[in-house]
């Protein structure tokens, strides 16, 4: 009875290792091409309102009641480093 119950679990284990070992060959469809990543990154770059001092965001935050997103990086976020 116990081996019996061991195989059903052995059995579904598989099934699930299986099922993960599918899902990386799905996901790999959605990778983005190179044209949409740079329409993004343009997107991010010319929408959104960049401070080049914490002082003067804060001072925006402070004043429009909204959050400060810190994004500490090294080259350009437009990918010409």
């Avoid at 019996?4 to 993960?20: D, E, G, H």
């Avoid at 044209?35 to 401070?51: D, F």
Wanted: with cysteine; proline share 1%.
């Amino acid at each position: 009875m116990l081996q019996k119950r061991f195989r059903q679990i052995s059995s579904q284990i598989l099934v699930v290792m299986l099922a993960l070992l599918a899902t990386p060959a799905q996901a790999a469809k959605q990778v983005l091409s190179g044209e949409v990543c740079s329409a993004r990154v343009h997107q991010l770059v010319s929408e959104v309102e960049w401070y080049k001092s914490l002082n003067k965001a804060q001072a925006e935050a402070t004043r429009s009641g909204k959050l400060i997103v810190w994004v500490h990086m090294l080259g350009k976020i437009d990918g010409s480093t």
